[in-house]
């Protein structure tokens, strides 16, 4: 059973504007919860990530808004580059579990010149 | 340092043969992941070592498929026979003990036919 779901499924947004994904889960116990970003023939590597203790995280042009009572996460790419097109996956975690990683299926984003 | 290396890149193989992957971790690092995505769906937990020791084997699919980590580095995931559906993009990850961010390899990518 996938513990959180992301949307949209593929973004196509121009230079310079915001990429926005969601994702949304169920069960409570989580506490920790990363962003990763794939390029083509790498694997994933951490972009950014919060505990539910706080609701917005920021680093550089990238943004974690987190709603705790709504249970919903989401990642604002701003004045995105093209340099930014590459798979992201949401994911999370709770401290019971050793660090075992439960992703979204994951957002193709592709920022057009 | 050297990231998460794995072994080999990319696997062709008939229905019913055996296929090794292997992982060399960061060194230092005692948690080992694997991880696999199938055909555009999220990233899957298969299990997690620490040091020699599997920790959590909860994702493995079936018993074809059989992982080891001797004297507590590098590991090797092995799947005999190999079936249509083992077919994806399978990543190790490690971390510090302790640690949170997991450290992805570039994936094997296995297509059996």
């Known amino acids: 059973q996938q513990q959180v779901k992301q949307s949209p499924q593929s973004l196509i947004v121009q230079k310079g504007g915001i990429s926005i994904i969601n994702c949304a889960y169920e069960?409570?116990?989580?506490?920790?919860f990363p962003w990763y970003q794939q390029f083509p023939g790498k694997g994933p590597a951490l972009l950014i990530a919060?505990?539910?203790?706080?609701s917005e995280k920021k680093e550089g042009r990238f943004t974690i808004s987190f709603n705790k009572s709504a249970k919903q996460f989401s990642l604002h790419i701003m004045d995105s580059q093209p340099g930014d097109s590459a798979t992201y996956f949401c994911?999370?975690?709770?401290?019971?579990?050793?660090?075992?990683?439960?992703f979204g299926a994951g957002t193709q984003v592709v920022v057009t010149p | 340092e050297a990231g998460v290396t794995q072994f080999p890149s990319h696997s062709v193989i008939e229905k019913g043969q055996t296929v090794t992957l292997r992982c060399d971790p960061i060194?230092?690092?005692?948690?080992l992941y694997w991880y696999r995505r199938v055909m555009g769906k999220e990233i899957k937990f298969l299990l997690h070592?620490?040091?020699?020791?599997?920790?959590?084997e909860s994702g493995m699919p079936n018993n074809r498929f059989l992982a080891e980590r001797t004297g507590g580095t590098y590991s090797t995931l092995k799947v005999q026979p190999a079936e249509l559906e083992d077919s994806g993009v399978y990543f190790c990850?490690?971390?510090?003990?302790?640690?949170?961010?997991?450290?992805f390899g570039p994936g094997t990518r296995l297509l059996v036919l």
């Open positions: 060194s230092g690092h005692d948690n």
């Open positions: 994911a999370l975690t709770d401290g019971g579990s050793w660090g075992k990683l439960q």
């Open positions: 919060i505990r539910p203790d706080v």
């Open positions: 070592f620490v040091k020699e020791s599997k920790q959590d």
């Open positions: 990850a490690s971390s510090q003990g302790g640690g949170e961010t997991q450290y």
């Open positions: 069960n409570t116990a989580f506490d920790y």
